[in-house]
């Protein structure tokens, strides 16, 4: 049975990702701080008929997260699909915010997703096969103040996904950044449900260097869902997957 372990496990994308790939015989392994939601979820996805497990560890914590990868593996056997979405989502300005905040919320948004791709690694290289994907965001393309270390950390794990794509795509290892450019919200373009079937597209039938990085931003959706009342437009430029023709550069 192939598996799927789930870094920053919860409900809105991770559960529905979780759903999809369990859905189609996947094992699940999930990963996140809060043992009671772990419980919870892990409740509902069997109440599904998907087998899941799951060990509480806060992915900022890099000897926690490890030693929970190790239960993981052990019980699993192996890692076919690693996906992390671990991430701080606190807001603060460049110039509020304290060095060891930064480096406190950068060991979760990216410093755990290394230290899993270390873990994981090795296995896929042996099999030949695999993927990792990374959750991405907008403020990687174009950042506001007020969530600075957040999109550091977007950035930050942009960077890292597309090296290791270069890395790991000879050895038959499919590594992509999904960048969810809006609100996730049931019913609305950012459907968690809509958002785990491109997880299982890039995972399962990827295209090569184009899935590299996933920029999932539906026609019509706002590239200021950062900037609601419009504070920085003078300052903002539109992202290039955005832009028009005509538009200026």
Request: aromatic share 6%; with cysteine.
């Amino acid at each position: 049975m192939k598996t799927c372990i789930i870094i920053g496990a919860g409900g809105g994308v991770s559960e529905a990702v979780a759903r999809r790939f369990g859905g189609s015989g996947y094992r699940i392994g999930l990963v996140a701080r809060n043992p009671n939601h772990l419980q919870a979820l892990s409740e509902r996805l069997s109440d599904a008929g998907i087998s899941t497990i799951w060990t509480a560890a806060d992915a900022g914590i890099a000897e926690a997260l490890d030693t929970a990868l190790d239960e993981l593996l052990t019980q699993l056997g192996r890692c076919d699909v690693l996906i992390y979405n671990a991430a701080v989502l606190r807001p603060a300005g460049p110039l509020d915010l304290e060095r060891e905040d930064i480096a406190a919320e950068m060991a979760v948004n990216v410093l755990g997703a290394h230290l899993a791709v270390r873990k994981v690694a090795p296995g896929m290289i042996a099999r030949k096969a695999g993927a990792i994907l990374f959750t991405g965001g907008g403020l990687a393309l174009e950042p506001f103040p007020e969530w600075t270390s957040l999109a550091m950390g977007k950035a930050a794990l942009r960077s890292l996904a597309i090296s290791l794509f270069k890395h790991l795509s000879p050895s038959g290892i499919h590594v992509s950044v999904i960048a969810i450019c809006g609100i996730v919200e049931a019913g609305g373009p950012f459907d968690p449900a809509r958002i785990a079937e491109e997880y299982w597209r890039v995972a399962t039938a990827p295209d090569g260097v184009r899935d590299r990085e996933v920029i999932f931003q539906p026609e019509g959706t706002d590239m200021y869902y950062n900037d609601p009342e419009r504070k920085h437009a003078e300052t903002s430029r539109i992202p290039d997957h955005m832009r028009q023709p005509t538009d200026p550069r």
